[in-house]
């Protein structure tokens, strides 16, 4: 059984800093891309960022490029979502996804609130 445990999320002021961090278990990590998703209230769910299973390759938004850092430890199959520079339009619940082989997203976190306060 696949779990995505995030962790990491909470209050913060505008300008401030966070770290998710992303547990996985019951998949084979090292060969799964792993990304970062979030929805804010009457939001859909968008892409934040993602990095390739071996570490090599990253992708972000246009809207938190140059922000947030997105990184993993295959040897503790964790996947972290460093976030800078916080505004309080990255107010949302943050999701870990894995996507096996790089294919499409099928295992999903429960998700981890972050509040930006302006």
């Known amino acids: 059984q696949v779990q995505l445990v995030e962790s990491g999320g909470g209050l913060v002021q505008a300008g401030g800093s966070l770290r998710l961090s992303c547990a996985a278990s019951?998949?084979?990590?090292?060969?799964?891309?792993m990304g970062w998703f979030r929805q804010a209230p009457g939001k859909e769910r968008e892409f934040v960022g993602h990095?390739?299973?071996?570490?090599?390759?990253?992708y972000y938004a246009d809207s938190v490029k140059g922000r947030f850092t997105v990184s993993r430890d295959n040897a503790k199959n964790t996947v972290y979502l460093q976030m800078a520079s916080l505004q309080p339009e990255d107010t949302a619940v943050y999701y870990c996804?894995?996507?096996?082989?790089?294919?499409?997203?099928?295992?999903w976190g429960q998700g981890t609130q972050v509040t930006v306060s302006s």
């Open positions: 019951g998949l084979i990590f090292s060969s799964s891309t």
């Open positions: 990095i390739t299973w071996s570490g090599g390759s990253t």
């Open positions: 996804a894995a996507a096996p082989l790089s294919r499409e997203y099928v295992h």
